[in-house]
């Protein structure tokens, strides 16, 4: 099946700090979801992205669909961005949603 | 518009017994996955529904099966519980297959 790869797999920052977290996976997909973890476990929706750029607010991703990635850019940090960050895809054959293993965001005041 | 609920949100069972977890999707959503979330495993797919049918199954023993109903509510049941069943249930609701999809906040399971 569809292998996800998320990096860095732990990021810290300072607060006001940029980052960038990277999404690799290997086979087509029509499907692409980033999601930020709450500390209770909700998956809250980032963005919906199979392809393109979308910006909301401080973040904004791009997936390149034809070299297999996805970018989510953070930008101006808070330490309420906090949490862990998952990207999901699902493959053109299957309709399974296939997690990475996460980056886990910390921003220091 | 109301989320997907999952109930409930904690529970606590024994080793050997049978449980059942609750997830109510987004209103107009017809298709629902289950995922089991563990340290070890991360976020793992069950199953998807999509219109009473189970459309697709991961990777698990067939001590967990599911079911959808016509409202498309669907819920999900665990039998003959081990300790390794202990784990984050997330369900998420999207309008059709293949689309964006909307978590819940998650059933926490504890086997003892």
């Known amino acids: 099946g569809i292998q996800v790869e998320q990096s860095p797999p732990d990021l810290i920052l300072q607060e006001g700090a940029n980052s960038t977290l990277r999404c690799n996976f290997s086979?087509?997909?029509?499907?692409l979801q980033w999601f930020h973890q709450n500390p209770w476990g909700q998956l809250i929706n980032l963005f919906y992205i199979p392809s393109g750029t979308k910006q909301n607010g401080r973040l904004s991703a791009t997936t390149v669909a034809t070299e297999r990635y996805s970018l989510l850019y953070i930008s101006s940090s808070q330490t309420t961005d906090s949490g862990v960050y998952f990207c999901a895809v699902e493959a053109y054959n299957n309709n399974d949603m296939r997690f990475g293993a996460g980056t886990r965001l910390t921003v220091k005041p | 518009k109301a989320g997907v609920t999952q109930t409930p949100r904690y529970l606590i069972k024994t080793r050997g017994q049978q449980v059942t977890l609750s997830c109510s999707p987004i209103s107009g959503h017809r298709s629902v996955s289950w995922y089991q979330q563990t340290p070890g495993q991360g976020l793992q797919f069950l199953f998807e529904?999509?219109?009473?049918?189970?459309?697709n199954k991961g990777n698990f023993p067939g001590r967990f099966s599911g079911r959808q109903f016509s409202n498309s509510r669907s819920e999900m049941n665990v039998s003959t519980l081990e300790l390794g069943d202990s784990a984050l249930y997330l369900c998420?609701?999207?309008?059709?297959?293949?689309?964006?999809?909307?978590f819940g906040q998650g059933t926490r399971l504890t086997v003892v």
């Open positions: 529904y999509f219109s009473e049918t189970q459309r």
């Open positions: 998420a609701s999207s309008p059709l297959r293949n689309t964006e999809a909307f």
């Open positions: 086979d087509s997909v029509n499907n």
